[in-house]
């Protein structure tokens, strides 16, 4: 009987959970033959405490086989035990008339709380992936609490703005989504982030080659990644969910297994590419073994693209200095 994987998940009651839990009970993550335990983390707010458990109750009457137990909590120090993913999806959202540097404090004490309970109470193969925004400083002030567990296992997530760049690629040159490689997203989870199109493939022929517009690419598909989230807000009265729950089983499905295929996720910059060392930056990574990665070196970056970099590597800076008495 092979062991169940428990996997801690933050913000459970939220719309991208309830799009997120009932994929990961079915085997979508971490394969139909991997069973899982689900600790659910909701804040100490009777309503979220009474959404939490119609959420459990749900997953109860799907009857998932691969399911084994649901644990609901408003603690983190439990949600947290023995867990070997931690899935921060919780946080704050940016209210009205919020400053950006009001919502990078207000939510990196939520992160500080949590990493500082990851490090003390989870798996010794733990891993955290970070949603939750500004999820790229989010993740390095959780990885900072962290002592006994390397800043290497704190991941945050551009998997949701690398599919969303496929796709607009291949709705562009009229091909299947499948045709569409190498598309790497560089810097921040935020409308200054990088779709390096420079390398991406259609049909195994250069993205540039095929769509043959450049100002199309520097223009219009840059902008559309970028600001596909506020898109999706105009359009459905409510945040990305269904796509970002998707986006989420991805990142981790790439972590988990081992594969030549280049993935773009948030990581401690190395200080490859232009990034500041120490920021969490998107860059390619490729899995070496479960839950281990390095980063890709050698993509050679043009003018343009390191001038992108800049910018978004400008903003990562910039937020790590409004937080720096939190790290
Ligand atoms: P919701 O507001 O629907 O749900 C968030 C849930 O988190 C709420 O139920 C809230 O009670 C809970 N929460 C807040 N603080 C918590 C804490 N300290 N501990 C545990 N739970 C806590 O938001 P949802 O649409 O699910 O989005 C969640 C987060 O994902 C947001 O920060 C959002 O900005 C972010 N996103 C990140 C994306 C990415 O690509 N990295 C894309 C989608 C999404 O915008």
């Not at 991997?34 to 804040?43: A, D, G, N, S």
């Not at 949701?160 to 499948?178: E, H, I, M, P, S």
């Not at 989420?248 to 590419?273: E, F, M, N, R």
Request: glycine share 8%; net charge negative; with cysteine.
């Amino acid at each position: 009987m092979t062991a169940p994987i428990r996997v801690a998940v933050t913000g459970a009651a939220g719309q991208i959970c309830y799009s997120l839990l009932p994929r990961i009970a079915a085997g979508e993550m971490f394969g139909k033959d991997q069973p899982v335990i689900l600790q659910l983390l909701e804040i100490p707010v009777e309503k979220a405490q009474q959404a939490l458990v119609g959420v459990a109750m749900e997953l109860d009457d799907c009857a998932f086989p691969l399911l084994q137990d649901i644990i609901c909590t408003d603690d983190p120090k439990v949600a947290f035990k023995d867990a070997n993913w931690c899935l921060l999806v919780g946080s704050k959202p940016r209210g009205p008339g919020m400053e950006r540097a009001d919502l990078l404090k207000d939510n990196g004490k939520i992160f500080i709380g949590q990493g500082q309970a990851i490090d003390e109470v989870a798996a010794d193969d733990c891993r955290v992936a970070v949603v939750g925004n500004p999820c790229n400083t989010n993740v390095m002030i959780a990885a900072a609490q962290a002592k006994r567990l390397p800043a290497e296992r704190f991941t945050a997530m551009t998997r949701l703005d690398q599919n969303r760049g496929c796709t607009q690629l291949a709705q562009k040159a009229g091909v299947a989504v499948t045709e569409v490689e190498n598309l790497i997203i560089f810097g921040n989870h935020s409308p200054t982030m990088y779709p390096d199109f420079t390398h991406a493939t259609i049909g195994g022929k250069p993205a540039a080659e095929v769509i043959n517009d450049d100002a199309w690419l520097k223009e219009t598909f840059i902008p559309t990644v970028g600001k596909r989230g506020a898109a999706i807000i105009a359009a459905r009265g409510l945040s990305s969910a269904g796509s970002a729950a998707n986006a989420l089983i991805d990142h981790v499905k790439a972590l988990h297994t081992p594969s030549d295929t280049v993935h773009s996720i948030c990581v401690k910059s190395d200080g490859s590419y232009g990034f500041t060392a120490g920021v969490w930056a998107s860059v390619p990574v490729r899995t070496t073994a479960p839950g281990t990665y390095e980063i890709v070196q050698g993509v050679e970056l043009d003018e343009f693209s390191q001038g992108q970099i800049a910018i978004t590597n400008d903003e990562l800076t910039g937020e790590r200095e409004t937080v720096k008495d939190m790290l």
